[in-house]
């Protein structure tokens, strides 16, 4: 990033530190329209996270800096181009894991790596197809159809496909649905790796903890507008909550009389309770359980997820627009 | 106008090896129909004379029967390349990766006239055991043929493009193609016709295909060869200007 950082010392512009700038976008289908005037930055280097319902518009807005899909009005640069003007420069830094599992059933695993590395203009490229078959764990596949692959190793070989031509700022789309576990950690092993080399990630999953744990900002998109940007620590600090949960000894008599007015979920053997409360009454509470002297086995004070600041900006929520 | 060797180079690759792959259905089948034609006709009208022309029937006809073989299959390579592309989903591929939009055109347009090309070669070097292999202007003939095989394959990526499903091919071929071709005096010479279908075959483009070539096999035709070969050539580069459009604004491939 030296480089990057010294262009930005000589011309105090924002181009190289921009991976992606998206200016009014608006897409419509028919009567639908799938992309409201979607404004958005992404930063060069930066693990985003595009969050929201399904048909929020999150593929609509990939497809358009991929060039699969035609935008009505607005412009996008990728790392300073012009997605249409400058199309070839801008599809080659981008590596875009599509949505839809497709394969050419005419060609092995290893044979679809090697012709795609050839549409971005590289030949020989053995060594990176085998860094990618190891790193998605699909080397023993290598030489067999697509046909005879399961579906979470098809998606694998998407992901592989986009990576080939190394390109600077790699877009996942839903790229864990149908992936196991396991290989799900490995793949994440590897983007991580991938974005501390310097490479812009952006993903879209409905994992919420998925992109809790993975991401430094996040956009939640909901009916074509993008709602929210902020970082993630940002998003969860939004939202005022605290989930006490408090195990005790034996069952409970009079807590509930303490806890009028309080929002609270008691078991029914009375040995577990679960309050929600803002933080301000955290105090208040904790007082007054402690007034009644009980025997408390275990407890545990969580925090907003990134899931309750999702379900608040997204129409699964009351009307918060 | 850009090309990048290496992009370029690597869809024509893809696009053979596509159909290299499956080649009993791609090389061999069409071969046998085609075999069966040379059979037929040989056996069936060995004495039969083409008015104006001093060749016997064998040898008129075969120029008609590779054009047959090349048209065909050049049209069926790009065609299916494309419709399979769009049914499995891996038109994506083509539009996420930087090509040209000429480079797109001239990459599926050489993988079909490969195959064609292909095809049409062994259909010829069958023909030899039935009428001997004398080619008068071999050079012409391998012109046209190149011509004419772009011609098909451009035709095929409009028809792969437009079509939704497998069936959309067909009716391409079976509405324009097979009438267009077996009207165009494969069979038969167009100056024989009576009356007005003589003039009507003048608006058949795979008239002056079928014609140029038979020139350049035989030295006679009905028409000018360098007429035929005007509107050949015209044909191809109007052909190649609507498919780059085509790929430009993402006929039916893009939403
Ligand atoms: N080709 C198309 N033709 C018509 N409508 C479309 C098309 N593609 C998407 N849409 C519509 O646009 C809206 C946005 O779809 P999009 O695929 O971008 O959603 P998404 O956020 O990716 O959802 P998901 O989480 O389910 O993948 C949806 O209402 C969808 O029905
Ligand atoms: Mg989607």
Known sequence: MVYSDRLRDIYGGDFVTTAIKIRDINKTYGELQALDDVNLDIKKGEFFGLLGPNGAGKSTLIGILGGLVKKDSGNVTVLGKDIIKNYRETKKSLGIVPQEITFDPYFTVRETLEIHSGYFGIKDNDQKIDELLNALSLSDK?????????????????????????PEIIVLDEPTAGVDVELRNSLWEYVINLNNQGKTIILTTHYLEEAEALCDRIAIMNKGKIVKVDTKENLINSIDKKLIKIQFADSVQGLEDELQEINFDLNKDKREIEIETAKQDLDKILKKINRLNLDIVDMNIE???????FIKLTSLGGDDN | MTINSITFLSLVRREVARFTKVAIQTIFAPLISTGLYLIIFSYSFQNREVAGYGVPYISFIVPGLIMMSLIQNSFANTSSSLIGAKYNGIIIDFLLAPFSYIELSLGFMIGGMVRGLLVATVTYLVSIYFYGGAIAHPFLALFFAILVSSIFSLFGIIAGLWAEKFDHVSIFSNFFITPLTFL????????????IWSEVSLFNPVFYMVDAVRFAFIGQSDMSPYFSALVIFSLAVFLLVIVTYLFKIGYKVKS
Do not use: T
């Open chain 1, 142 to 166: 290598a030489e067999i159809g697509p046909r005879q692959l399961s579906g979470g190793m098809k998606r694998r070989l998407l992901i592989a496909k986009a990576l080939v031509h190394d």
């Open chain 1, 303 to 309: 925090s907003a997820k990134l899931e309750d600041v």
């Open chain 2, 184 to 195: 165009s005096g494969v069979f038969y010479s167009v100056k024989g016709l009576p009356g």
